[in-house]
Structure formats: structure tokens, C-alpha cells
């Protein structure tokens, strides 16, 4: 008897309005962009367990076809995803979102780079985290997540890490977004953005 393999479900994304009240940690007042401005997007997406799972992202409006047609890429391409929910689920902290693998975007947070204290993307809605652990943020000595650190060697490539011309970054650019595992001083391999920031 052949075996059959399962059939693998079709991408979805919808699209919905964003309350005050689904913000509770992630938003507050004087942030750059208010919940008016956002939209819940729920994806599709293969996991590390090659099984089709549904997550969240909260993005900016202006953004959604761009985002929908980045992650129909990924899913098309079975990139894996650890998880994907709002940064909410871990009380707006970036810290603990990074420390459990999660892909998000919204966070009404400061940048987390040198200089002038300035808004994050992710303030605006116009940045995705993408597996924090296998593509971590680096700055100086310090590895962010620091489970990310078994992840530093770059060239040596596995499942879910952004590189470049692998899948994964090539969905982005072909939106139009921007990677922040180009930077030289401080690369953020999870880092995508509308902007460049």
C-alpha cells in the first residue's frame, strides 16, 4: 500500500480592526501610531514541527498586503516558524517575547540601538521579529536573545535562520522591506522592516 501524504492546508490570512483593549501592554498613550492605525493579521504558517499552524501579527494598515504576501511566500516555501503571537501574550516585554523563539510585530517601544533614544519601527507597526533565537540581535558583546548565541556562526545554516538569498530574506525584499542582518555594526538578523530602521 502507497503511503499518502496528508494535504497540506491552503494558505489564509484575514484581516481585522484592532481594539484599545487587545493593546493592554503593548500600547499606551503618546505612542506614534494608535490602535485606529493597526490591524490584526492571522496567518498560516509551517512550524519547526513541519505542521500548518495559525498566528497573529499586528502591523500597521498601510502594511497588510505586503505582510500577507510575505508570509504566502514563506508558507509556499514551508520556512519553518517557531511561533507567532502578538507581544502581547508576553505583556509587552521584547525581552521575554525574544526568549520564547516568537514572531511579532507591533511593540510601542524605544529602539534598542545606540545613540539618541528614538521610537522602533515596531512602534509603528512597519517591523517584523522573525525566530528570535535562530536569528538574534547583536550588539557589542551582547546577544539578544542570549539563547541566540548558538547561532552566531552564520555560515553554518539551519532551519529557520534569515541569510542572505535564503528564503526568507528574499520575501521581504521582494516587498520592498529591509533587513537588519546587513548591518555591520550591529547586525539584527530577526529584524525586517518597511523603513529600514
Known amino acids: 500500500m502507497l503511503a499518502v501524504e496528508p494535504v497540506q492546508p491552503p494558505f489564509v490570512a484575514r484581516v481585522s480592526a484592532v481594539t484599545r ?3 493592554r501592554y503593548s500600547y499606551r498613550p503618546g505612542c506614534p501610531v494608535g490602535p485606529a492605525r493597526l490591524r490584526s493579521l492571522r496567518v498560516r504558517y509551517f512550524g519547526f514541527d513541519n505542521r500548518a499552524h495559525v498566528g497573529v501579527l499586528i502591523v500597521n494598515a498601510s502594511v497588510t498586503r505586503a505582510v500577507v504576501m510575505v508570509f504566502r511566500e514563506l508558507y509556499a516555501a514551508r520556512f ?46 512597519e517591523a517584523i521579529d522573525v525566530n528570535t533565537v535562530e536569528n538574534p540581535y547583536v550588539e557589542g558583546g551582547l546577544v539578544r536573545p542570549a539563547a541566540g548565541r548558538r547561532f552566531l556562526d552564520r555560515e553554518n545554516v539551519r532551519p529557520g535562520m534569515a541569510v542572505p538569498n535564503g528564503v526568507l530574506v528574499k520575501a521581504f525584499l521582494s516587498v520592498g522591506w529591509k533587513w537588519g542582518g546587513r548591518w555591520t555594526s550591529s547586525p539584527d538578523y530577526q529584524h525586517f522592516s518597511a523603513t529600514g530602521g
Open 80 to 125: 519553518p516558524i517557531r511561533r507567532m503571537e502578538p507581544v502581547e501574550a508576553f505583556r509587552g516585554s521584547d525581552d521575554r517575547s525574544m526568549a520564547a523563539d516568537n514572531t511579532s510585530a507591533f511593540n510601542c517601544r524605544y529602539a534598542v540601538a545606540p545613540g539618541a533614544k528614538h521610537w522602533s519601527v515596531h512602534a509603528y507597526g
Open 21 to 23: 483593549s487587545q493593546l
